[in-house]
C-alpha cells in the first residue's frame, strides 16, 4: 500500500509524493502551467482530483490530494510513469509561457543582449537637439521618467505617452528604430503609503493595473519600450522601494514578477525589463530582492563617479580610482558578476560624472572601456542639467564630452 499526493502549490512547484520519496516537478506560475503538471494524474485517477483556491499571489491553483489502494497499481514504476509525464508536460507548458514572454523586436532596437546601444535622458526638442550637436550621435533611445504617479489612473496612463508631449509622434516617425526607457515605480506613491503593499502586490492583486498600463502602452505605439520597473529599488527616495526587512524584499521580487507576467500577457508587447539597482546604496545582497531569470531580461547599475558617502576614494586623476569605486559594496563588481551568473546583459540607465567630482574624463574613459568589454544592452548618459550632474556640453564638461566621444561617437 501507498500513498501518492500531487499538487501544484501556490507557488507553482507540483510535488510526486511516494513510498520512496519526494520527487519535485518545476513548474511555471501561470495557473495554466499548475494544471498542466497534473494532467498526468487527472489522466490516471481524474474521479480523485479536488480543487481548491490558494489565495498566495492570487492566481488559482489545484491542490490534488490522491489516496488509493488498489493491490495491483501498488508497483512504483506507476508513479515514475506519472512523474515523467508530469515533468514532460511542465516543461512543454513553462516553455510555452516564456515563449510568450519573450520580446521580438527589430534589430535596430534595444536588445536583451550585447546590443551597447547610446541611449540618453533629455528632454525631446531643443535639448536633444543640443546634446546630439555635442556628442555627433543621434538618439534614437531616449529615457523617460514617470516615478512620481500619485494613484492608479496616473500609473495606469503616465504623462509621457499623451499626445501633447511629443513621444508619441517621435516614436511613430520610425517605430522600429527609436524607442522609450519608460522608469516606473511598482505602484503608485498613495499605495505605497500602506505597510501592507508588498504582500498585496505579491499576491497579485495588482496585476489588473499591470495589464492595463501595458495595454495603454501598446495602444499609443510604445511596444517596445525597455521598462525600468521599481528602478533603485535598494534605495529610499522612491515610493515603492524595498523596505527594510528580508520578508519585505522577497515580497518586492514577487511583486516585479507578477507585474512582470501580466504586463507580458497583454497582446502586442514586446517589453524589455530592467531590473536596475542604485549602486553603492544599502548593501543588501541582490539575491535577496532578485525576481528571477524568468522576469528579468536586463540587468540594470545606475553608476555615478562618486561612491558610497563614508568611503573615501582616490582623486579623480589616480588610476585606481575606477577600481575602487567598482569594489565598494553594491558596487559594478558586484552586479557584473551576478548578472553574469545569471546571463543576463548589463545595463547603465543612468551615469554621468558629478559636479561635486569635477569634470571627471577619466571615469568616462574607463566606463566606455568596461562597456566594450563587456555584454551591455544599453547605456544612458543623465543629461537633463539638474541634480547636480554635468550635461555633455564643451561649456559644462569638455573632458567627460572629448571622452564620451572617443569611447561612443
Not at 510555452?96 to 546601444?117: E, F
Not at 537637439?129 to 503616465?158: K, L
Not at 553574469?340 to 572601456?369: N, R
Request: glycine share 8%; charged share 15%; net charge negative.
Amino acid at each position: 500500500m501507498f500513498s501518492q499526493a500531487v499538487g501544484a502549490n501556490c507557488l507553482g512547484a507540483a510535488y510526486v509524493t511516494a513510498s520512496r520519496g519526494p520527487t519535485l516537478v518545476r513548474c511555471g506560475e501561470y495557473h495554466r502551467v499548475n494544471r498542466a503538471c497534473m494532467t498526468c494524474v487527472t489522466y490516471i485517477r481524474a474521479s480523485q482530483a479536488t480543487g481548491k483556491r490558494c489565495s498566495a499571489f492570487g492566481e488559482l491553483r489545484e491542490n490534488v490530494l490522491h489516496s488509493y489502494h488498489h493491490p495491483h497499481t501498488r508497483r512504483i514504476s506507476v508513479i515514475l510513469l506519472c512523474g515523467a509525464i508530469a515533468v514532460a508536460l511542465c516543461i512543454a507548458a513553462a516553455a510555452a509561457i516564456v515563449m510568450q514572454g519573450s520580446p521580438s523586436r527589430p534589430s535596430g532596437l534595444v536588445q536583451a543582449g550585447d546590443s551597447k546601444t547610446n541611449c540618453i535622458y533629455v528632454a525631446l526638442g531643443a535639448k536633444l537637439r543640443q546634446v546630439e550637436e555635442a556628442t555627433g550621435i543621434t538618439y534614437n533611445c531616449v529615457e523617460t521618467f514617470s516615478n512620481e504617479d500619485n494613484t492608479w489612473s496616473d500609473w495606469i496612463s503616465p504623462w509621457v505617452i499623451q499626445k501633447e508631449f511629443g513621444y508619441r509622434a517621435w516614436l511613430a516617425a520610425s517605430p522600429t528604430r527609436r524607442q522609450i526607457i519608460l522608469t516606473i515605480n511598482v505602484v503608485p506613491s498613495n499605495v505605497a503609503k500602506d505597510p501592507g503593499w508588498t504582500a498585496a502586490c505579491a499576491a497579485g492583486n495588482y496585476n489588473t493595473y499591470a495589464r492595463e498600463l501595458a495595454r495603454n502602452l501598446v495602444g499609443t505605439g510604445f511596444e517596445y519600450s525597455i521598462i525600468r520597473l521599481g528602478a533603485e529599488m535598494n534605495g529610499t527616495w522612491n515610493a515603492g522601494s524595498l523596505g527594510t526587512t528580508v520578508t519585505q524584499w522577497h515580497q518586492w521580487a514577487h511583486c516585479f514578477a507578477q507585474e512582470v507576467q501580466a504586463m507580458r500577457s497583454v497582446r502586442g508587447t514586446h517589453f524589455l525589463f530592467d531590473w536596475n539597482i542604485n549602486a553603492n546604496y544599502r548593501n543588501i545582497p541582490l539575491a535577496d530582492f532578485y525576481p528571477g531569470n524568468a522576469y528579468v531580461d536586463i540587468i540594470g547599475i545606475d553608476a555615478y563617479d562618486m561612491g558610497a558617502a563614508n568611503i573615501p576614494l582616490p582623486a579623480i586623476s589616480n588610476p585606481a580610482r575606477w577600481a575602487d569605486l567598482a569594489a565598494q559594496p553594491a558596487g559594478l563588481d558586484e552586479v557584473e558578476a551576478f548578472a553574469a551568473a545569471h546571463g543576463k546583459p548589463l545595463s547603465f540607465p543612468e551615469w554621468a560624472t558629478c559636479i561635486s567630482q569635477g569634470d571627471d574624463g577619466y571615469y568616462v574613459t574607463d566606463m566606455g572601456a568596461f562597456i566594450a568589454q563587456h555584454d551591455v544592452a544599453f547605456q544612458s548618459w543623465f543629461d537633463d542639467g539638474n541634480d547636480g550632474i554635468l550635461q555633455l556640453s564643451q561649456a559644462e564638461a569638455p573632458r567627460s564630452l572629448a571622452a564620451y566621444d572617443r569611447a561612443f561617437g
